[in-house]
């Protein structure tokens, strides 16, 4: 199963600074801005401005793991400036983060190598989570900026967007079932009722 998860918020707000404009100082990937900190924002790293088309981003991938299950994931990027996108996608929860091709871990996150160019106005990057071995409900955070690729530092747009991941039974521990359901857990009262009924009948007819 695969879930699709649409952009939470818009360039500015709760976004990654991850493809610098200027030089490109961070073209190399960033993490810490995935959006799972609120109060770190592209505004106040000064890496750069924004103003262009603001992308949708969304993180694919199963939202329903086993306990030490690898699932594959793919955070990826659709419109804004269309030119050339970064990421950085983190994890809240005692799961690992692996990169795939393209990527790189830094401190537990999950970042670009390099920007990767946009086909048909998509760009995608995959990695993979580890659930951890008992049960647990993760949450990924994700952050996707698209970039006008003019190596300055105004006409880029990031967007965020999270994806909770259910491992085992949630960590809720659940309830064992007793193989009877709710007929065997009512029918201890309807046999006596039933047995109750029939007794004054017969104590009528004895009558």
């Known amino acids: ?123 995608r990057f995959d990695f993979t989570l580890v659930a951890p071995s008992t049960g647990t409900t993760l949450t990924l955070f994700g952050a996707g900026n698209s970039t006008n690729g003019n190596g300055e530092d105004t006409g880029d747009a990031s967007a965020v967007t999270t994806l909770k991941v259910k491992v085992g039974d949630g960590g809720g521990g659940g309830e064992e079932d007793d193989g009877g359901g709710c007929a065997a857990a009512g029918g201890a009262p309807l046999l006596g009722a039933v047995l109750m009924l029939l007794g004054a009948r017969l104590r009528r007819r004895d009558a």
């Open 1 to 123: 199963m695969r879930s699709i998860l649409p952009s939470l918020g818009v360039a500015g707000a709760l976004t990654a600074c991850l493809v610098s404009g200027s030089a490109f100082a961070y073209a190399t990937g960033q993490t810490g801005y995935s959006g799972k900190d609120s109060s770190l924002t592209c505004a106040s790293s000064m890496c750069h401005s924004i103003g262009g088309a603001v992308p949708t981003v969304s993180i694919e991938g199963p939202a329903t793991l086993e306990p030490g299950q690898t699932g594959t994931y793919a955070f990826v990027i659709t419109g804004g400036p269309a030119v050339r996108g970064g990421f950085d996608v983190s994890l809240d929860g005692a799961g690992t983060l692996n990169p795939g091709t393209g990527s790189k871990k830094v401190s537990g996150e999950i970042t670009h190598t390099q920007p990767k160019p946009f086909t048909s106005g998509t760009v």
